[in-house]
């Protein structure tokens, strides 16, 4: 790799992204959200979703627009009310992992994360699991 003040004939996008890039360390979540088996569209989604950054009824709140959760009228339309402390969507999403996590796993966000992450990246499961939970949001 060239240094910053170097230049030569072949253009390389990814030495330039690594000159140009502030390096962050690598959040436990990275490998939940971006696999070599991902959908981007589906991960993009997971990762707003992860960072609570999905523009729900709460966050629009702060835009001043009220916004109840369009399928059952709750008020605090939050991202762990859709995912999946909602009855509807948690019934669905235990239809969607099946057998994939056993015992089922209760309708709270950040437990049903720490379960998926807490498998083994490279297992068929996992993948499937992980690609269940992204198809899902
Ligand atoms: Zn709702």
Redesign the pocket.
């Known amino acids: 790799m060239r240094s910053v003040d170097e230049y030569g004939r072949e253009f390389s996008a990814a030495a330039t992204w690594e000159q140009i890039r502030c390096k962050q360390p690598v959040v436990v979540w990275s490998k939940f959200i971006w696999f070599a088996q991902g959908v981007p569209r589906y991960a993009f989604i997971a990762w707003l979703a992860v960072k609570d950054r999905l523009s729900t009824g709460s966050k629009m709140r702060f835009w001043g627009r009220v916004q109840?959760?369009?399928?059952?009228?709750?008020p605090g339309?939050t991202r762990d009310?859709?995912f999946f402390a909602?009855p509807?969507?948690y019934t669905l999403w235990l239809q969607v992992i099946d057998t994939l996590l056993r015992p089922p796993p209760s309708p709270d966000w950040s437990e049903i994360v720490a379960r998926i992450m807490a498998g083994s990246v490279g297992s068929l499961q996992s993948i499937l699991l992980r690609l269940a939970f992204q198809v899902s949001i």
């Open positions: 109840c959760c369009m399928l059952c009228g709750e339309e009310h859709l909602f509807y969507s």
